[in-house]
């Protein structure tokens, strides 16, 4: 079964901190998908990324960079510099090839201050 | 290209009455997917459709749900006899392919009194 854990459930840091928030999956796949989706207080879903299990490049995009690392099953998220514009829910998720359904972790709230 | 359109955002119902969300994928996607989002959690997979046809139905309720995508027309999911715990968010995803990227709606967000 796939299972995605993320242990951070809320985080909170000052404007042009830093954050990393954490993923971790668990499946018996070897070819699966790894999303990050941004839910703002308005309650859409907005897509960030979407990584293929044979790529363990490193991304980075504006602010925003991923580090998927095959050996400990982990798919972290690291805003830099944040802004209070960030502050969202964010979620990690897999999904096989096969089955195609997305299974999402439990998400983190990130609160940005100003 | 507009995207992925739910519709109603809200929805109000009292228990025991029937509710229909709508969802009309992005022009070209035949992949259409329902997620449910229980307050304050991650969502849920509920069904999986391409045109005419149930794909995967692996996390619908047994009872009182059902879901369709016909030849014309918006992806329906119907839920009959509702009831509080059906009060949620209910999302669709829609895909041109089976491993292309999925794209959200807004949400469809059930309210039973």
């Known amino acids: 079964a796939q299972k995605v854990t993320q242990a951070q459930t809320e985080i909170s840091v000052v404007e042009k901190e830093d954050v990393t928030l954490d993923c971790v999956y668990e499946t018996r796949d070897t070819t699966y998908y790894l999303f990050w989706y941004k839910q703002p207080p308005s309650g859409e879903l907005v897509f960030l990324i979407r990584r293929n299990s044979f790529d363990e490049q490193n991304e980075i995009s504006g602010r925003y960079s991923w580090n998927f690392q095959k050996s400990t099953s982990s798919f972290n998220f690291t805003i830099t510099a944040s802004q209070v514009v960030d502050s969202a829910v964010y979620f990690c998720?897999?999904?096989?090839?096969?089955?195609?359904?997305?299974?999402f972790g439990s998400g983190t709230r990130l609160q940005v201050q100003p | 290209n507009a995207g992925v359109m739910q519709n109603p955002r809200h929805l109000v119902r009292r228990r025991g009455q029937e509710a229909r969300l709508r969802c009309s994928p992005m022009k070209g996607h035949s992949h259409v997917y329902w997620y449910r989002q229980l307050p304050e959690e991650g969502l849920k997979f509920m069904v999986y459709l391409q045109k005419e046809n149930i794909i995967d139905e692996s996390g619908m309720p047994k009872e009182r749900f059902s879901a369709e995508f016909p030849k014309e027309g918006p992806s329906i999911l119907r839920i009959q006899q509702v009831v509080r715990g059906d009060s949620a968010a209910y999302f669709c995803?829609?895909?041109?392919?089976?491993?292309?990227?999925?794209?959200f709606g807004e949400g469809s967000r059930l309210t039973v009194l």
């Open positions: 995803a829609s895909s041109p392919t089976v491993t292309g990227g999925l794209f």
């Open positions: 998720a897999l999904s096989d090839t096969g089955r195609r359904a997305l299974t």
